[in-house]
């Protein structure tokens, strides 16, 4: 398997968990959200979050020819996860959903302490076969926090379900 098949293994892996933690926040005090409203912030969110991925990945063309282009690419990437998790904690939800939101809070910290193990690790990584190979020895961590932030937003759709509250999150 070849860097850009792995590392696109890795990614898929990561951005579905990402995309589904966009169903998932965290947090801590402040004013409790209605249903309706954590659910209309969780949207909110998770559309930003998509929207800085896709900025990123369409200046991404060549990004896996260069090993410091390829740093600067992940750097990039976990600066939005770091971003978007943020904004998830500022969320405050109901009791409701406060399970589901703190499993994917969890979920959405493991996949970003994976993403600042590749950027550290690859800090003096000097060919394109050591990025390589941390991408492939990291790949499963990365599959786990997928489906940790899977579960989590099965979870919170089924509450958005039991309330009768539409809102389609990206689950799977």
């Given at each position: 398997m070849t860097f850009a098949s792995r590392w696109l293994l890795a990614v898929g892996a990561l951005t579905a968990g990402c995309l589904l933690l966009a169903a998932c926040g965290g947090g801590d005090g402040g004013e409790e959200l209605s249903l309706e409203e954590y659910f209309r912030g969780l949207e909110q969110t998770g559309e930003a979050h998509y929207a800085a991925i896709v900025a990123?990945?369409?200046?991404s063309e060549g990004v896996w020819e260069d090993v410091e282009a390829s740093r600067d690419y992940l750097a990039s990437f976990e600066d939005i996860l770091r971003q978007t998790l943020a904004e998830l904690k500022d969320l405050h939800p109901p009791a409701a959903a406060r399970n589901g939101h703190d499993k994917g809070v969890a979920a959405f910290e493991a996949e970003l302490a994976v993403w600042e193990e590749v950027?550290?690790?690859?800090?003096?990584?000097?060919?394109?076969?050591?990025?390589?190979a941390v991408i492939e020895e990291l790949t499963p961590q990365f599959e786990a926090a997928a489906e940790q932030s899977r579960e989590a937003c099965l979870e919170l759709q089924g509450i958005a379900d039991e309330n009768g509250i539409e809102v389609e999150l990206t689950c799977e």
């Open positions: 990123l990945e369409e200046g950027n550290d690790r690859l800090a003096d990584a000097e060919s394109l076969s050591e990025l390589d």
